[in-house]
């Protein structure tokens, strides 16, 4: 079976309706069918890590194969393990308590779901949604994105190799084929891509009363706090910042630093890039923006900020000339960029890192609760007290402590974000009951 491509409306009901029609001609797939329907993917990745990896690379113009590997094959990978280790224990009713009678909650699949995955980890996306909806007991049907045409088209034609259409089907094309997609009245739809984008998403499916699943972005803050292990936090800040470039939707977006600790921040800094990328042109571990509109996009932050009298700190250790190379851009510290500026209003998605000195910790908190809900936020400290303040008196969508990101890769807890950086969440468990129905059944006493 071919990949389906540049389908119109008309074309993408046809696939939905001929998956409703296999999940109402039968009984729900039982636990051994899910698993085995989870295994296929499993196998997918195992066998095409290769191919994965190249097209990821050909999509972003370089991307480094150590972060593809770990990003779309194996954390995809140990999700869809876990998944098939734990379904059947998810799958199983859950008894509630009544006065009188017998009460319990079963977990019913919706019917179809549909995925609409972002660029910038497209990989991990598919296969981290396929593994709840699966299991889950649903078909499925997944728009990758059109910034991954290599990707995507791999993709499309590795899930057509094992997956009937009835299945799991991929559809590719443009924005217009996503616009398309997202009105088609699903039984629930996951979308990753940006707050602009999702708000459209979600006024098309309100058309015909589909739950969405929105993870979107935000500016997600990080705050080191003068309890921290100064050089430990700011190392893994730098490191995480620059783990695609940057591009991640819970990447460290701006850093909050204790006034006087500024200078060995910076310093910090340069030793680990120095360190990390004693080369940035021709390396092979930093990657590339992925197209020529995010790189002109991230030089106009440059330079607003350069003209507003920002000190830029380039961490460049070899002073290479990076305007030859493809769509690579220097990692840069902005030095206090004023609220205005748009280094400090929209989503960085690339490796800038604007520095926030401090005075008192109740700013921090003033300046992150006035500004939209991040999807992350990270804190890093010994102070028992000022953690219990910042989890207490911050929302987000979660959190990492004493690192970043890593609440993201912990399959075990929910991902999703708040507000402006989402809503619901899936992975492990919740995702199994984001796309599943919890149905009441209450069986009245003699």
């Known amino acids: 079976m071919s990949a389906t491509e540049n389908l119109s409306t008309a074309g993408l009901r046809v696939i939905l309706d001929k ?41 972003f113009g370089h991307r480094s194969a150590l972060f593809s590997r770990g990003s779309e094959v194996l954390s995809p990978l140990a999700s869809l ?30 019917g179809v779901v549909g995925i609409v995955t972002a660029w910038n980890v497209p990989g991990n996306m598919v296969f981290k949604g396929l593994a709840g909806a699966l299991a889950a007991g649903n078909r499925v049907m997944i728009k990758p994105s059109e910034f991954n045409p290599h990707t995507s088209a791999l993709i499309a034609k590795l899930i057509a190799s094992v997956y009937g259409e009835d299945e799991v089907a991929v559809v590719t094309g443009g924005a217009d084929v996503g616009q398309a997609f997202c009105s088609l009245p699903f039984d629930h739809l996951l979308f990753t891509g940006a707050t602009s984008i999702g708000k459209h998403v979600l006024r098309a499916a ?17 705050i080191i706090s003068r309890s921290a292990d100064f050089q430990a936090a700011a190392s893994k800040i730098v490191v995480g910042k620059l783990l695609n470039a940057g591009q991640l939707c819970v990447a460290p977006d ?59 700190i380039e961490l460049n250790p070899a002073g290479e000339d990076l305007c030859q190379a493809h769509h690579k851009i220097v990692p840069t510290l902005l030095r206090n960029p004023g609220d205005q500026l748009q280094v400090m209003q929209d989503e960085i998605f690339g490796p800038l890192l604007p520095i926030k000195p401090y005075k008192d910790f109740a700013e921090v908190l003033a300046f992150i609760n006035a500004r939209p809900r991040p999807l992350a ?12 303040l910042v989890l207490k008196r911050t929302t987000s969508g979660g959190v990492t402590l004493n690192g970043v990101m890593s609440h993201a890769a912990i399959e075990s807890l929910p991902f999703g974000g708040v507000g402006a950086s989402g809503m ?22 003699k």
Do not use: C
Request: no cysteine; net charge negative; hydrophobic share 45%.
């Open 206 to 222: 309100a058309e015909n009363l589909v739950p969405v699943t929105l993870e979107l972005g935000g500016k997600s803050p990080t």
């Open 424 to 445: 619901g969440n899936y992975h492990g468990i919740d995702g199994f009951r984001t796309f599943s129905h919890a149905k009441a059944v209450f069986r009245a006493g």
């Open 19 to 59: 998956q409703r029609a296999a999940s109402l001609a039968s009984d729900p797939w039982s636990a051994e069918q899910r698993i085995e329907l989870i295994g296929r993917a499993i196998g997918l990745l195992v066998e095409h890590e290769q191919a994965l990896i190249e097209a990821l690379s050909a999509d």
């Open 377 to 388: 936020l990270y804190w890093f400290g010994s102070d028992a007290a000022e953690e219990a």
């Open 254 to 312: 701006y850093v909050f630093v204790p006034e006087e600790s500024v200078e060995a921040f910076i310093a910090v800094a340069k030793a680990v890039v120095a360190k990390m990328f004693p080369t940035l042109k021709d390396n092979p571990e930093y990657t590339s923006l992925i197209n020529s509109r995010h790189h002109q996009r991230l030089l106009g932050y440059l330079d607003e900020a350069r003209a507003a009298g920002v000190e830029l």
């Open 81 to 110: 393990k876990q998944t098939q280790a734990e379904l059947a224990q998810w799958m199983q009713p859950e008894a509630r308590h009544t006065e009188a009678g017998e009460g319990w909650v079963e977990y019913q699949p919706l």
